[in-house]
């Protein structure tokens, strides 16, 4: 066999090679690649609508953190006592006490609940104000949205969920035990806003 021949006998087994080394990748029907997902890359929500999102965080995330991994209200009373929460913060607790008031108007409404001897009200309605829920759970993180609109919304969507995991209160529950799961933001010693995520009635 010549060397002419002999290199391009080596150069056919080279092609062989590499084609044998290539994936085939399917295309869409405009004809461009369709390149699989990575699974190790980061979830963004760009792309989701916020009920989406809200969807795709509260049940499997949100609110099991906030009935499982709540901070206990003594641990928080005991900080408030010594004047230490003097930053804005938020955080799931689980609080057991009294219902000492149910009062609701068309758009915004409040339950007192007195947990110890303290009156702590929870925002129940259409209106809600504050970020509680989003600032206070680890998953609702400002760069998965990469909007500060979009994250400033997001707060809407979980409240709506929680007031429908709440019902429909009235003056019935005057008077009742009830265990409550909330998220609370405290600012400079005080509570600024309480959301109500879970109430169960007739609690300790």
């Known amino acids: 066999m010549s060397y002419k021949k002999l290199f391009q006998f080596i150069g056919?087994?080279?092609?062989?090679?590499?084609?044998?080394a290539c994936t085939v990748t399917d295309l869409d029907a405009?004809?461009?690649?369709?390149i699989p997902k990575d699974p190790n890359a980061v979830v963004s929500f760009a792309d989701f609508t916020l009920s989406e999102v809200a969807d795709q965080l509260w049940e499997p995330?949100?609110?099991?953190?906030?009935?499982?991994?709540?901070?206990?209200?003594?641990?928080?009373?005991s900080q408030?006592?010594?004047?230490?929460?003097?930053?804005?913060?938020?955080?799931?607790?689980?609080?057991?006490?009294?219902?000492?008031?149910?009062?609701?108007?068309?758009?915004?409404?409040?339950?007192?609940?007195?947990?110890?001897?303290?009156?702590i009200d929870l925002q129940v309605g259409r209106i809600i104000k504050g970020n509680a829920i989003r600032d206070a759970s680890k998953y609702v993180l400002f760069d998965d949205f990469k909007n500060q609109i979009r994250f400033a919304q997001i707060s809407r969507e979980f409240n709506?969920?929680?007031?429908?995991?709440?019902g429909e209160p009235d003056s019935s529950w005057v008077g009742e035990k009830a265990t409550v799961i909330a998220a609370i933001t405290i600012d400079q010693?005080?509570?600024?806003?309480?959301?109500?995520?879970?109430?169960?009635?007739?609690g300790k």
């Open 80 to 119: 408030l006592d010594a004047q230490q929460i003097d930053t804005k913060q938020s955080f799931f607790v689980r609080l057991d006490g009294t219902i000492e008031s149910v009062d609701l108007g068309k758009m915004r409404g409040a339950i007192t609940i007195k947990v110890g001897d303290t009156n």
């Open 12 to 20: 056919l087994i080279a092609c062989l090679n590499l084609l044998t």
């Open 30 to 34: 405009d004809g461009n690649p369709i």
């Open 160 to 166: 709506n969920r929680a007031m429908a995991s709440v």
């Open 189 to 202: 010693n005080t509570i600024s806003d309480a959301v109500p995520m879970q109430i169960i009635r007739g």
């Open 61 to 77: 995330k949100v609110f099991p953190e906030a009935t499982q991994e709540f901070t206990p209200w003594e641990s928080i009373k």
